[in-house]
């Protein structure tokens, strides 16, 4: 037995497919096939249940693959550990951000982190909250940039920082002109939301549950690109993290940035890694650059309280976006 074959079962494990478990191993689907039989006859039990078209393990094989995770899990950190004793400066860092964040954090965080630790190799994987956290758990990432609650008792969590929630509408939505906004005043309204699977639409929900609003139906994006757009089409509202609005993002004329008065929505960002991790000494000083955000790149007021076109008054807390 040896970690190779391992890595074999989890591969075909996750992805239930020789050919692609294959794909994913970087060899052919006979090699596969002969490892894992070899593995089998060493442990004296059958681990796969082959049929025409599909895949699956047996209970055995179940059990087997999980601690096969643990074991590759633990392998990992051996290696963390000698990367963390040898230089933790001068080598790669392998973190997950999800889609509603990073491309609007990167490009603030990434120069900082780079003159902060000019060595440092930084390798960034985006995916959507679960498959982050599944990574986490395999080793196959060092640390995430989350956005809270997260449910997790083997990682370690580190708030980095709070960002509030905007409302976006067309520029003649019956909102559009209001120098104050309370959750209340959604009651009714219909928001555009994101697809299944991101955070932000569960956060968003939670929302629309408080302020008696609720989902638009017959559409859900699949990024916040397409719910700007779908904004600035006159198609319906939604809420915007502020990052997603802040350069280099471009402005459009056609959608206002509305602030909340009361309640003041928002979302709590935290990096979280594997408690075990060899690197946590590490990671601990990625925290403070990460933590070390400009006060107006987190600011809902530096966007909303600009007068627009046609304002009643200045310092209302509507402007063009």
């Known amino acids: 037995m040896n970690i190779r074959d391992l890595r074999y079962l989890v591969a075909l494990a996750d992805l239930k497919h020789f050919g692609r478990a294959a794909e994913a191993c970087h060899i052919s689907q006979p090699t596969l096939s002969t ?14 249940e082959r049929a025409p078209r599909r895949v699956m393990l047996t209970e055995a094989g179940k059990e087997i693959a999980e601690r096969a995770r643990k074991i590759l899990s633990e392998v990992e950190q051996l290696r963390e550990a000698a990367r963390q004793a040898a230089d933790p400066e001068a080598g790669s860092i392998r973190l997950g951000l999800f889609p509603t964040l990073g491309p609007y954090l990167l490009p603030h965080v990434v120069p900082r982190l780079k003159l902060r630790f000019p060595r440092l190799e930084l390798l960034l994987v985006e995916e959507k909250t679960e498959v982050i956290l599944r990574m986490l758990r395999e080793g196959k990432l060092d640390a ?20 509030p929630f905007l409302l976006a509408v067309p520029e003649h939505h019956r909102l559009a002109q209001r120098s104050h906004l309370q959750l209340r ?121 600009k007068p627009v076109k046609g304002a009643r008054r200045a310092g209302r807390s509507t402007s063009n976006y």
Do not use: Y
Request: aromatic share 4%; charged share 25%.
């Open 35 to 48: 490892q894992l039989k070899k593995l089998e006859l060493e442990l004296g039990v059958a681990l796969i």
């Open 144 to 163: 995430g940039i989350l956005a809270l609650p997260i449910h997790a008792d083997q990682l370690h969590v580190e708030p980095l920082f709070e960002e």
């Open 185 to 305: 005043d959604l009651a009714e309204e219909s928001l555009l939301l994101l697809e299944d699977g991101h955070c932000l639409r569960d956060q968003a929900l939670d929302i629309c549950h408080l302020a008696g609003a609720g989902e638009k139906p017959g559409f859900r994006a699949t990024s916040l690109e397409t719910l700007r757009q779908m904004v600035a089409a006159n198609v319906g509202i939604t809420l915007l993290p502020v990052l997603a609005i802040k350069p280099p993002v471009p402005r459009s004329d056609s959608i206002r940035l509305l602030q909340f008065d009361d309640a003041k929505p928002s979302r709590q960002v935290a990096m979280v890694w594997r408690k075990s991790s060899a690197l946590e000494p590490f990671l601990f000083k990625l925290v403070e650059v990460l933590r070390q955000l400009p006060e107006q790149l987190l600011s809902a007021t530096a966007e909303c309280g």
